[in-house]
């Protein structure tokens, strides 16, 4: 098969890793990819904005699947284009990708179908919104509606604070994105990630991770996209898993084919595991970033079928397997992320840290530049590791991440830190 797949960062890197080792792989372009995708297939200069442009692509190479990586082209409707023009394509249609792209679209969903989430309320005026966090108190926390890149959503500690989240989106801090707003109760508990994978009528897990939101360690600083990951995620228990699933993950697939709008592709819930039991935070329609770094290196089963099997709708006849493994992974970030980063600085050191055993240094903002591989974005590089256990796969990172020659970049010294906490309990 001739494979194509869309997009640029370290998730991408960690797709195209993967599909590469599909024996059914004869050939995979990546549009437009990076310096570590290209180690995997060929990159290709296509602006995947343009469905037109990437249809012909798809005909004048004869793409047998397209995979999306990233949020924006599904909620733009990339899928329903291809589809149209007969080309099989993973990942959800724009109506059905609204689960990412609008809040308010996944919270009246969990109302209408009785899935648990946070108490909420919706506004599209600033002096409502600061009327209902005066009423409510804190903490609180404030999202913006739309897709804001990981940088909209305010858990706000105090009244003034979600005063000024409401106010920096009304006032276009996040554009579009922002006009608006939904604020939702605080949950309290350990937050998880759990990912399935949909085929339009039912739906089967994949496996959970855990990922570290704050910039700096010990969970300070502002909301990033993702400083780190694992997976497993110690509290998701099989128990647990087997509620998400049929309290959260078959009713939101059932909810969405009874209105119209089946869901194919796969579904990352984020959780808020409370006192009353596992709750939904909010919907990704793909794979996480940085959470498919350390999904891929576990998954043992081949990657190609089973989307292809979410495509096709038969689903419920596979069975994914995984290594026993932990998987973890650091993120390593130019100075001044999540603000304004430096671009342009060198990177070396990148052949040392991957010689290390069960190593991968996954690309996520970065260019070639004459044969020097320079910082191109805020998230930079994904190093990761697997090992026996969270301790193990950490240590094993961390050596890799000492390896890479990159004064101007940065990376959280405590990525696993609960999970590591837990295993020392146990």
Not at 156 to 178: K, P, Q, S, W, Y
Not at 286 to 313: I, N, T, Y
Not at 412 to 417: L, T
Request: charge should be negative; glycine fraction near 10%; aromatic fraction near 6%.
């Amino acid at each position: 098969m001739n494979l194509l797949l869309i997009g640029s960062g370290g998730r991408e890197h960690a797709l195209a890793w993967k599909l590469s080792a599909s024996p059914l792989c004869d050939r995979l372009f990546i549009a437009p990819g990076n310096p570590g995708t290209a180690q995997c297939g060929d990159n290709v200069a296509l602006d995947v904005t343009d469905h037109a442009a990437v249809v012909a692509f798809c005909r004048d190479k004869a793409i047998d699947l397209v995979v999306v990586g990233p949020e924006a082209p599904l909620v733009a409707g990339l899928v329903d284009d291809l589809a149209a023009a007969g080309i099989k394509a993973f990942g959800p249609r724009k109506a059905a990708a609204q689960l990412e792209g609008s809040k308010a679209f996944t919270k009246e969903l969990c109302r209408e179908f009785g899935i648990p989430t946070a108490a909420f309320a919706r506004f599209t005026d600033e002096v409502s919104a600061r009327a209902h966090v005066r009423e409510t108190g804190a903490p609180i926390v404030v999202k913006a509606d739309g897709l804001a890149a990981g940088k909209g959503v305010v858990v706000a500690e105090t009244i003034e604070e979600a005063e000024e989240a409401v106010a920096m989106m009304f006032a276009g801090g996040l554009g579009a994105a922002g006009t608006e707003v939904v604020i939702e109760e605080c949950m309290v508990g350990e937050e998880a990630s759990f990912f399935a994978i949909a085929d339009g009528r039912t739906a089967i897990p994949l496996a959970s991770a855990q990922d570290h939101k704050r910039v700096f360690d010990g969970d300070r600083g502002p909301n990033t996209g993702g400083m780190g990951a694992y997976s497993p995620a110690p509290v998701m228990t099989p128990a647990l898993e087997q509620e998400v699933m049929e309290r959260i993950v078959l009713p939101t697939v059932a909810g969405l084919a009874a209105r119209g709008t089946p869901y194919v592709g796969v579904l990352y819930a984020g959780l808020m595991i409370t006192a009353e039991g596992p709750k939904l935070i909010e919907y990704n329609a793909r794979f996480g970033d940085p959470e498919c770094q350390v999904l891929m290196p576990r998954m043992k089963s081949d990657l190609v079928p089973v989307l292809l099997a979410a495509c096709d709708g038969v689903l419920a006849d596979v069975d994914v397997r995984w290594w026993d493994e932990v998987a973890l992974t650091v993120v390593m970030a130019a100075k001044g992320y999540p603000g304004t980063p430096e671009k342009g600085s060198v990177i070396r050191g990148l052949a040392e840290a991957e010689a290390l055993e069960d190593v991968l240094v996954f690309h996520a903002g970065t260019k070639d530049d004459g044969g020097r591989i320079v910082a191109n974005g805020g998230r930079v590089l994904n190093v990761t590791a697997t090992g026996r256990t969270v301790k193990d796969a950490k240590a094993r990172a961390y050596e890799a991440v000492s390896r890479i020659d990159w004064p101007e970049g940065f990376c959280r010294s405590d990525i696993g830190w609960q999970a590591v906490a837990r295993e020392e309990e146990a």
